[in-house]
Each structure stands twice: as structure tokens, then as C-alpha cells.
């Protein structure tokens, strides 16, 4: 396999799998949320709209994901020998931290959802946890950057 095709591969490796931890994700937080507001209706109480926002937080590691993709693509024309296996490793180890990041996120962001819909209280601190999970994503993203950054 030549630099450039192993290049394009580490690519779609790191959208698709930042793009799957997304979809687990944001599918683990939406069950969650229709199975909180089930319990809202059912009780009479207002269905909280803020559920949303815990639904829709792991859709971000696709968006980083596809920076990293774009970067590689960036690779692919003017491609050192050598360049494809560091791009590669890079993209799957990368896109895995990224999508693991977001599918935590969403397991945290089913929970919120339950005790956002059950309390109506803590809003805030249940944001901040899903922010610390989206950290590792970032950090995953930016580490990443830099080690393809030394890849001329």
C-alpha cells in the first residue's frame, strides 16, 4: 500500500471512528431523554426542553474527527515516503480516543437527562461533567495535530 493511500485510510479511519462514538453517543443520551420525558408526561410535570443539550453534546467528536481528516487529506498530495504508517497509527488511535470520548459522553449525558428530568436541578454540574469527557476528545485532537505536524 503506498504513503498516500494509507494516508487517505488513516483519514476515514479517524472520521468514521469519532463519527461511530458519536452515533453510540448521541443514540445512548436521545434514549434516555424520550424515556425522561415519558416519566414527565406520565407524571404530569413539564418535559424539560434542556434535555436536548445532553443529547446533542456527543456529536462534537465527529467535528473533530473530520478536522484531523482534513489535515491528513492536506498530506496525501506533496507525501514523504514514510508518511503513510505515522498517518495511519495516527488516524485510528485518534479517532478511537475521540469516539470512546463521545460515547462516555453519552452515557453520562443519558444520566443527566434522568436526573435533570427527575430533580429539575443541577443543570449546570451536569454539563460540566459532559465537558470534562469532551476534554479527553480535544486533547486527543490537538496531541494529534501536533504529531502530524511533525510529519513533513
Excluded: H
Aim: glycine content about 14%.
Amino acid at each position: 500500500m503506498s504513503d498516500a493511500a494509507m494516508i487517505v485510510a488513516g483519514a476515514i479511519a479517524c472520521l468514521g471512528l469519532s463519527g461511530a462514538g458519536s452515533a453510540f453517543g448521541t443514540g445512548f443520551a436521545a434514549s434516555a431523554a424520550v424515556a425522561s420525558w415519558k416519566k414527565c408526561y406520565a407524571a404530569g410535570k413539564p418535559a424539560p426542553f434542556l434535555l436536548l443539550s445532553f443529547v446533542g453534546a456527543p456529536i462534537t467528536q465527529t467535528l473533530y474527527g473530520m478536522i484531523l481528516m482534513f489535515i491528513m487529506l492536506g498530506k496525501v498530495g506533496n507525501a514523504v515516503a514514510g508518511a503513510g504508517v505515522p498517518c495511519l497509527v495516527s488516524g485510528v488511535f485518534a479517532g478511537l480516543a475521540i469516539g470512546l470520548s463521545a460515547l462516555f459522553q453519552g452515557r453520562a449525558g443519558a444520566a443527566a437527562c434522568d436526573a435533570q428530568a427527575e430533580t429539575n436541578q443541577g443543570f449546570t454540574n451536569y454539563l460540566a461533567a459532559l465537558g470534562i469527557v469532551e476534554t479527553v476528545a480535544i486533547f486527543a485532537m490537538v496531541f494529534a495535530l501536533i504529531a502530524l505536524g511533525s510529519i513533513k
